[in-house]
């Protein structure tokens, strides 16, 4: 098998020559269905040999090409292409004009290994690296291994301590030479990467590896993730340091759309019988699996054992505790965020009554100013306790910052009723 290097098509060679197009040929919607964009291509496609320029075959491209063959075709060249082929790549042209449409990479190397990378601090895992040139085995070569940190957010003052957090064969870079069967065998590691990114879990790192050699070139990289360390409580709770709450919400604010099936920010949507049956179906599926719950892949080991641990507990075959017992206890400085947060949402929908007070003309609508004057003083009145409380455990009420006053339109903060947008109207 040959693949050019960035997974756009596939070849493979014997006594004839089979390519899957599939993955890089473009598709355009017509008339309810996907059909073939030729503008780019022309009608028909010339696959020939690099240096001799031995026709390998030609590809007849229609509106229907891709339904008939699902972009694999088989082809069967002369035995002097087929031979050719062992030491040249593959060209593609248009052939209207002769112009290069694909070529095939000379030489690609790969992870033979399952990807993408998941590690826990204190796993190890052994990977095997394949390199080949026109699809063959490249033996007895020498692959220099690098690990680098992924983008440019982690600080300066904490990148040494983190790329310290991933090593293969012992350290950042290495060099391993390949077998007779282009393959190298390198071991990863992993510690505590130190929580470089607070918005993050763990770090993501690059693993690539260069190589050149007379007109021999190989570069390509793939990705790693390490985790951060997570305690799995005995009996874990919603609220605390390691509760499922902390969890949940950054998936609730990442993938919005979930909020219709189910809120992860909210404590009694979570634990509705039918949602609990069907987070609980979905975290323990394979990986690999469609089913798995998207916005839970990519947790660590100990994260996903808590989830579940705390879920078994809605299992009335499983738990009998209480429901005080599973909710757990809140962190004083949780406490306050929340007094904040209750504080801004009075503060959003006072403005709103008062608007359509106002609205009404002297003399008319006795009743119904009377009834919304009531409603906008008991607004005041909760956004007033919930400020009283924040002050008497330690907090200080912001009514004035940029971020907590209300421009309209406006959802509710903190997301609370997300299908709701508060307008100013008069009555």
Request: charged share 25%; net charge neutral.
């Amino acid at each position: 098998d040959r693949n050019n290097g960035n997974g756009q098509f596939e070849i493979k060679v014997n006594d004839d020559v089979i390519v899957d197009f599939s993955n890089v040929l473009l598709y355009r919607y017509k008339h309810g269905r996907f059909v073939l964009n030729t503008r780019d291509m022309g009608d028909k496609l010339c696959l020939e040999t690099s240096t001799s320029s031995l026709p390998v075959g030609v590809v007849a491209l229609s509106d229907d090409w891709y339904k008939t063959t699902a972009g694999i075709q088989r082809f069967r060249p002369s035995k002097e292409a087929v031979e050719a082929l062992r030491s040249e790549y593959l060209n593609v042209l248009r052939c209207h004009d002769r112009s290069t449409f694909l070529v095939e990479t000379k030489q690609y190397a790969r992870s033979l290994s399952d990807l993408p990378v998941f590690m826990n601090p204190g796993d190890q895992r052994r990977m095997k690296l394949l390199a080949t040139r026109y699809g063959y085995p490249i033996c007895g070569h020498e692959l220099p291994i690098e690990v680098f940190i992924a983008g440019k957010s982690v600080p300066e003052e904490k990148k040494a301590s983190t790329l310290e957090a991933l090593t293969v064969n012992g350290g950042n870079k290495v060099t391993v030479s390949t077998n007779c069967r282009g393959e190298a065998h390198v071991t990863f590691a992993a510690s505590d990467p130190g929580n470089p990114r607070p918005f993050e879990d763990g770090c993501v790192y690059h693993v690539r590896f260069v190589a050149k050699k007379d007109d021999l070139t190989i570069d390509t990289k793939f990705s790693v993730r390490v985790f951060d360390p997570f305690p799995v409580e005995d009996k874990p709770t919603w609220y605390g340091q390691y509760g499922v709450y902390n969890i949940f919400k950054l998936y609730y604010y990442l993938v919005p759309v979930m909020r219709t099936a189910v809120n992860l920010a909210d404590y009694n949507s979570v634990v509705a019988p039918r949602n609990i049956q069907y987070i609980k179906m979905s975290m323990t599926r394979p990986y690999d699996d469609p089913g798995f719950m998207p916005v839970t892949r990519d947790l660590s080991k100990n994260k996903t054992m808590t989830v579940l641990k705390w879920l078994d507990q809605y299992d009335p075959h499983l738990s009998s505790r209480p429901a005080k017992e599973r909710m757990g206890s809140m962190s004083l400085e949780e406490l306050r965020k929340q007094l904040q947060l209750a504080t801004q949402v009075e503060h959003y929908t006072i403005p709103v009554y008062l608007y359509a007070y106002y609205s009404i003309k002297d003399g008319y609508n006795y009743e119904v100013k009377r009834i919304i004057r009531s409603i906008y003083i008991d607004e005041m009145l909760h956004m007033s306790l919930a400020a009283n409380i924040l002050n008497a455990i330690g907090g200080f009420p912001d009514f004035g910052s940029a971020h907590v006053i209300p421009v309209y339109p406006s959802r509710l903060p903190g997301d609370l009723h997300p299908e709701l947008t508060l307008h100013l109207s008069p009555l």
